[in-house]
Every structure is written in structure tokens, then in C-alpha cells.
């Protein structure tokens, strides 16, 4: 975050704007293909420490367990058929989790440098990973039905109405037991607004504007948790998962 044109609480100064007026698409790809295509990178500072990616991974795989009992459907140990990884990155994700609750594995990342990672990649040899798709999240249009779509730290990079026909089209393209996930940070300006980084051209939205945005589009949210277990000295952002069915 650039101190000289944000406020520490990373609203800009002298500026009423909504923070989502001011995200910049081709900013953002900008900054993201201007770092190096590894795993480490997509968490930031903290990827040079493994522990915090395992604890972050591991939080994604309670919280799945967890819904899952929620869903008469979804109580066994099965893996699903079909999932997505939105906003893929290398593949942490993947690699880490989604690997093994999904026989399969779709990716949606607009960076290309790292599709080309995920094509070359050892999943993609072993028919893990699915069909790639470099486009960001405001130009997919699913043409599957999906039993899994986990949507991580990449949706501060839409704008609201944008988020809110993402996750429409995504709730048209769940099967008849499938569940969108959505985990991200959330803001904690003081004054309950969301927070707009110019570093990556991303937003941080608050947990109820993220619940407003479920609502537009059609979404009820079966179950919402904090991340927990990250060590409080790091001053961490809170991440929050969401998982979402279509309302009935």
C-alpha cells in the first residue's frame, strides 16, 4: 500500500468516492504479472513462512467439512466431481486443498504468467486440474455446472455490481447440490467502510457489504466463519469464509 496517496486506514484522502470506483482492471494485472510466479508470492509477506499457508489451508478444509454436514446430499466422504479454483494464482490452492475434496479441478486466473504455470504444472499432467481459463472473474461466464466453486482472495478486484453478477452466474452454474465458497479479507476501517489499496488496485470489503451483495444476487449464506489460528503479532486482516447456496 502506498503511504503517500492512502490514509492509514486505506481510504484515500480527500476523496468521498465509493472504493470500488476506484479499482483498475488493467492496474491490477499490471501489478500481479509484475511478481514472480510462485506460491510464496500469492500470500505476500508471510508466504516466506510455510506454516501460515498449511494454517490457512487447513481452516479452508474444516470449514468445507463443516458445510458439508449442512447438505443431506453432501454428508459422505466422497469427493466431489467438478470443482473451480476463481482466482487460481499458481494453483496454492489447488495444490493444497481442493485437490483432495474435488476428482477434478477447473482455474480461472487472469494473470497469464501463472496459467502458463497451471498448464505446465504436474496437476495438469495428472488430469487434476481441468480445463484453464486466463480471463479475470468480470469476463467468465461458466458454461459447466460445477459441484465446488472456491472463489479466493481475488474478488476485491471487481467492482460491487460486477461481484454481484460474478456470483449470479456462478449460483446458475451450481449443480443441484453445489456450493460457492468466497474467502476474504475484511475491512477493518473504523468507520465501518470498505478500503480501497492502490499497491493492487483492490478493494477490502466489509462483512456486510459482502452480505449485501450475497442478497442482490441471490444467495443465501448457509454458513460464514472467521479464519482462526493465524499468530496475533502479524496484525493480520480478519479473512472470513462464506459458503453460499442459491435462495429457494
Not at 42 to 51: A, Q, V
Request: charged content about 25%; overall charge negative.
Amino acid at each position: 500500500m502506498s503511504q503517500n496517496t492512502q490514509n492509514p486506514d486505506g481510504t484515500s484522502p480527500n476523496s468521498s468516492a465509493p472504493a470500488d470506483s476506484k479499482i483498475d482492471h488493467a492496474a491490477s494485472i499490471r501489478y500481479w504479472s509484475s511478481l514472480p510466479s510462485t506460491t510464496s508470492n500469492m500470500l505476500g509477506m508471510l508466504g516466506t513462512y510455510p506454516w501460515y499457508s498449511r494454517i490457512e489451508l487447513q481452516g479452508s478444509k474444516n470449514f468445507l467439512n463443516k458445510v458439508r454436514r449442512l447438505i443431506p446430499a453432501l454428508q459422505s466422504d466422497g469427493k466431489f466431481n467438478l470443482g473451480v479454483d476463481c482466482g487460481a494464482g499458481v494453483g496454492r490452492v489447488t495444490e493444497g486443498f481442493l485437490r483432495h475434496v474435488c476428482t477434478v479441478v477447473d482455474a480461472v486466473e487472469p494473470v497469464q504468467k501463472f496459467t502458463q504455470v497451471l498448464e505446465e504444472g504436474q496437476l495438469k499432467k495428472d488430469g487434476v486440474i481441468g480445463d484453464i481459463y486466463t480471463l479475470g472473474l468480470e469476463d467468465w461466464y461458466p458454461e459447466k455446472k460445477y459441484d465446488l466453486i472456491w472463489t479466493q482472495w481475488c474478488v476485491g478486484h471487481l467492482t460491487d455490481s460486477q461481484l454481484v453478477q460474478y456470483v449470479s452466474r456462478c449460483r446458475n452454474s451450481l449443480t443441484d447440490g453445489g456450493i460457492m465458497v468466497i474467502k476474504e479479507n475484511l475491512s477493518t476501517h473504523p468507520g465501518g467502510q470498505d478500503m480501497y489499496d492502490d499497491e493492487d488496485s483492490s478493494v477490502t470489503r466489509t462483512d456486510a457489504k459482502f452480505k449485501q451483495i450475497f442478497e442482490e444476487a441471490g444467495m443465501e449464506v448457509i454458513k460464514a466463519e472467521i479464519q482462526t489460528g493465524f499468530p496475533k503479532q502479524f496484525k493480520l486482516l480478519p479473512v472470513k469464509s462464506y459458503a453460499l447456496r442459491p435462495k429457494i
